[in-house]
């Protein structure tokens, strides 16, 4: 650590060097800045800046950026888009130059190139989030994209797992469906899969389960679509929010080549707020509770002893009190990541093209935590005429990871501080009463229990854009995605285990292979027309979408770790198989019209049929209007000159939401699902309980939001209030056993998300060689179920609790009332709060919710001259979370288990004292309790990056760009919370800090 601190320290003061060199040394001026648009902020990718009267200028890239160079103080420079207002500006003596450019054309939605509209219709009267490119392109590396979205979008709300590769949880504007909380593990477990947002990759659906095959490198932007309004154009599927990915697309000008390397290293993370017991207060311990068989216990002295067995004993002891493992440090490493990128692009007037590839390699922080990706993609434009336009693109991605079944962070408290890594018994591993444990040793447990996931992604995409006329352009797209992925899980034998007559101790290899080819098909015809002052523009179209899926899996007991599971399995394994197909297909119709570019009226409108559900129930009817109000176009708002922007919009749509319900469900399937036979034939078995009566869940949304702009184009915001009804709740609900099974998918309820929400973006400070951008993002969310269809709530296993006036993901839980001070006993409320045991204390609500109501972030971005530092913090307030790993540790004690440091002077020991935790002996009770329940309120400082442009110092030929990074991540995370982490839940990785170096090379 002090190592790579000192070595960044180095590098800023070397950086600071260079720079000062730029200032005095420099001869010419080079210029860069940022092209956006001056209504939206938006960066603008590919305008152009020329040297006046000459053909000599360069492009702006995909961050909006340009740099350029060999000029004097009386260049004048102009600058140009298509659909904007050229500008005109003398150098002087500056070295940043920002630039706003307004539209030309007062429908600049109109104005189409290379196929693609200028501008997003939705953004005028709905509500559509936009995440910064440099986030991909000069971020984290990361194995997953979704990792790098948090703190970039008010209302979308990120939630990691600290796994390489491993997807994180998203949701927009709350939880939309009932879910429920799994005990022991690292995820929110939801009874469906429709609190998920949709994904679209250039134009294609796509699930999270691929999100690490794509490069984060590749994206140039994301759109989060949050309003009924926005949505609707994806029907059945919109309802809890949209984010759409665009791949990066050739810019015409001269080919450019990228090279991008970085490297990566994460040191060992600590526990967060646990400290464990060390070995002199471990061994009082055990003395004090008579733990037998605890050394603490075994070297303590008896009555009994001679002189000389008690001074072995007190030697022994004291021996043992001197060692002190660091078992975190034991069974981890430090973890590693190469990311390397390679790119092309470029083009003509009529052509442009990409082409890249990368290679990520994460290694964990313990054995068996790994992941890989490659990529490659390749996308081309062509123009054939004015008229005619095409597209493709086309992508391959594989990823592939390993995960253990434990990890360092669940296996230390089974580990004592005076053991050894040399140790041949551990005192409180016994496989056979750990649950969901295998092995005593635990370098065995973390490499002897894994699970490998593989996947490939292949996608290829075509389009067609004609403009027929003035007034009518068609649009054609044809899309084709295959997916392939495999999970293997292994758990190697143990004698052990075996012989306690564990089935699984003979070891156990399970696969699962699934595989999907999706086509997708959609044609649609605009018109626009403009008149005086009125505008008209109406799309409509139609969208086909079919997915084949095929599944294989087998498990299998009995393997040998001398020979690889895979081959060689025991061939009495249990073979399973499915088939399936699904469709979609759904027509729509959009309209705006605009008048003396003040008002705004949209609407929209989606007809979907999907295959899922049963012939009546297949169609269902999305919609939405919207208006907006551009009062800084009135002629009475002209004396407020500060305001650039003052729009007011308001919405409400109708959306639908079909991620919850499998075909399986919604329609009876049958399968061979086990070797059962009657009168020699096999058993045909119904696969789920399907549920005729199911219908998809129906959300109604209404926004209400202002769009302003202050101070010549320095501030940009938006305040957005919504509320948002859903009825027809899916969740899957218990049911009698004399059915044959014991769940039902079942539409039970209704739920409300409301809230607020403030994007703010601001160039703080601009002065002609130094910028200061500051973007903030704060959204408030409050849920609550309002119905549960004659019924007040619901329970689903031990703690899954939906309650009508609840949030969804309310802590239900035993209410902690405390210690008996005369016997030790644990305490408890109950509805009335008296006083009552374990045994019969109920669960209850109001210990708050697991989901944070309050999150956000905010960035600052520093430039001056060639130097860039920005910086993130993320934020989450309100919620609380479970601290699983304290109480593992608190209620296994009594088996040898090591607690918390300080944990001897919290136990009740003696009658009369007064103390927060019970004698441990009394303290078995396995369900949750208001004790471990903690405020999760945290603020992260997220990470920090500084860049360095050194062409100029290097002045190498050809070449445009080398940059040196330095990052560090997770640096500081501010909470109350006693946990591993206040993100993670379950017993899990936290959060680990990381320091990155890299080069990026452009020629």
């Known amino acids: ?165 491993e997807k994180a949880s998203i949701r927009i504007r709350g939880n939309n469906s009932l879910g429920i909380r799994a005990k022991d593990d690292a995820e929110l477990v939801s009874a469906n899969r429709a609190n998920e947002p949709l994904y679209i990759l250039n134009g294609s659906p796509i699930s999270s389960d691929v999100f690490n095959t794509i490069n984060p490198d590749d994206i140039v932007d994301i759109r989060v679509l949050k309003d009924g309004l926005s949505t609707v154009e994806y029907g059945t599927r919109g309802a809890n929010g949209v984010i759409e990915i665009k791949t990066k697309r050739g810019i015409v000008g001269e080919t450019q080549y990228n090279v991008r390397y970085q490297h990566t290293v994460k040191p060992i993370s600590g526990l967060g707020g646990i400290s464990l017991m060390q070995s002199s207060e471990k061994l009082a311990l055990e003395r004090e509770l008579e733990i037998v068989s605890g050394l603490g216990f075994i070297y303590t002295p008896t009555p009994s002893d001679s002189e000389e067995e008690a001074f072995i004993k007190n030697k022994r002891y004291r021996q043992l009190e001197s060692t002190s493992t660091n078992w975190l440090k034991e069974l981890s490493r430090i973890a590693q990541v190469k990311d390397l990128q390679l790119s092309i692009s470029g083009g003509a007037d009529d052509t442009r093209y990409y082409l890249s590839t990368s290679y990520y390699d994460e290694q964990g922080g313990f054995d068996n935590s790994w992941a890989e990706r490659f990529t490659t993609r390749f996308n081309l434009d062509h123009n054939f005429n004015d008229d005619v336009s095409v597209g493709f693109d086309s992508s391959v991605g594989r990823s592939k990871r390993s995960k253990s079944h434990s990890s360092p962070a669940s296996l230390i408290y089974t580990l004592q501080p005076y053991e050894t890594a040399n140790s041949d018994d551990f005192i409180a591993r016994n496989p056979i009463t750990i649950g969901g444990q295998y092995f005593e040793n635990p370098f065995d447990e973390l490499n002897g229990r894994y699970s490998d996931y593989t996947s490939w992604r292949v996608d290829l995409n075509s389009r067609l854009n004609w403009i027929v006329s003035e007034a009518f352009n068609a649009n054609a797209s044809f899309g084709i995605t295959y997916n392939d992925s495999e999970n293997n899980s292994v758990t190697l034998a143990n004698k052990l285990v075996q012989d306690a007559g564990i089935t699984k101790g003979k070891g156990a290899f399970n696969k699962n292979e699934s595989k999907s080819l999706a086509s997708r098909l959609n044609l649609s015809l605009d018109f626009r027309k403009r008149f005086d ?3 008209i523009s109406v799309s409509g179209g139609t969208e086909y979408i079919h997915t084949k899926n095929w599944g294989f899996g087998f498990n299998s007991i009995g393997i040998s770790d001398k020979v690889d599971p895979e081959i060689g ?78 729009k007011l919009r308001a919405s409400y749509g ?44 129906r959300a109604r949304q209404w926004s209400l939001a202002l769009d302003f702009g202050l101070f010549d184009h320095s501030i940009y915001g938006t305040i957005e209030a919504y509320v948002k009804n859903t009825d027809d709740l899916l969740a899957a609900v218990d049911i009698p056993a004399s059915n044959g099974y014991s769940d039902l998918l079942r539409n039970i309820g209704k739920l409300r998300n409301q809230g607020i929400e403030l994007q703010l973006s601001a160039v703080t400070i601009r002065t002609d060689h130094f910028r200061w951008t500051t973007n903030i993002n704060f959204a408030y969310n409050d849920n609550e179920i309002t119905d549960l269809y004659l019924q007040d709530e619901i329970k689903v296993g031990s703690e899954g609790y939906f309650k009508v006036g609840e949030p969804i993901n309310s802590a239900y839980v035993k209410y902690w009332a405390g210690v008996n001070p005369e016997n030790g006993m644990p305490l408890y409320y109950d509805e009335n709060m008296n006083l009552v045991t374990g045994g019969v204390a109920p669960q209850m609500t109001g210990f708050g919710t697991y989901t944070h109501p309050v999150t956000g972030g905010f960035t600052n971005i520093f430039n001056y001259h060639d130097l860039e530092v920005s910086t ?93 990074t330095a990052q560090a991540n997770n640096l500081l995370t501010i909470t109350g919370y006693e946990g591993i982490d206040p993100e993670i839940t379950g017993i899990g990785q936290p959060l680990p800090r990381s320091f990155t170096l890299g080069v990026d090379v452009t020629f």
Request: hydrophobic share 40%.
């Open 872 to 964: 993130l913090f993320t934020y989450a307030w309100g919620g609380v979370n479970y601290n699983n790993l304290k109480a593992r540790m608190i209620r296994n004690v009594k088996n040898g288990e090591v607690p918390y440091e300080g944990f001897y002077n919290d136990i009740w020991l003696k009658p009369g004292d007064v103390k927060p935790l019970p004698y441990p002996k009394f303290f078995s009770d396995t369900s949750v309790n208001s004790l471990f329940v903690e405020n999760a309120s945290y603020l992260r400082w997220k990470n920090i990056i500084i860049r360095y442009n050194l062409s100029e110092q290097l002045k190498i030929k050809g070449i445009t760009a080398f940059k040196i």
């Open 533 to 535: 002052d009125h505008s």
């Open 1 to 165: 650590m002090k190592f790579i601190q000192k070595h960044l320290v180095l590098l800023i003061l070397f950086l600071s060097l260079l720079c000062s060199f730029n200032t005095n040394a420099q001869e010419q001026i080079t210029v860069e800045g940022i092209i956006t648009d001056a209504q939206t902020g938006e960066s603008l990718i590919g305008a152009t800046v020329i040297i006046k009267n000459t053909t000599s200028g360069v492009i702006t890239n995909y961050e909006g950026h340009y740099k350029f160079g060999g000029l004097v103080p009386e260049t004048i420079l102009q600058y140009s888009y298509i659909g904007y207002e050229s500008q005109e500006l003398v150098v002087g003596s500056k070295t940043i130059i920002d630039i706003q450019l307004q539209p030309s054309s007062k429908d600049l939605e109109a104005v189409v190139v290379f196929g693609e509209n200028q501008k997003d219709i939705r953004t005028i009267t709905g509500s559509v989030g936009k995440i910064d490119t440099k986030v991909f392109s000069a971020g984290t590396p990361a194995g997953s994209f979704d990792q790098l979205l948090q703190g970039q979008v008010a209302g979308l709300a990120i939630q990691s797992s600290g796994e390489p590769g």
């Open 569 to 646: 399995a025991n061939p009495n394994a249990t073979i399973s198989t499915a088939k399936f197909y699904d469709a979609l297909l759904g027509f729509y119709l959009r309209g705006n019209y605009n008048f003396a570019s003040k008002y705004n009226v949209t609407g929209s409108f989606r007809y979907d049929g999907s295959s899922i559900l049963p012939e009546d129930k297949r169609f269902v009817p999305a919609w939405g209007l919207g208006a907006s109000w551009n009062i800084q176009k009135e002629s009475w708002f002209e004396q407020f000159e500060v305001f650039d922007q003052f």
């Open 654 to 697: 109708v959306n639908y939401n079909s991620g919850g319900i499998r075909q399986t469900l919604g329609l009876p399937f049958y399968d061979f699902t086990n070797n059962d036979t009657y009168l020699g034939d096999r058993v045909i078995n119904l696969v789920e309980f399907w549920n005729p009566d199911l219908k998809f869940e």
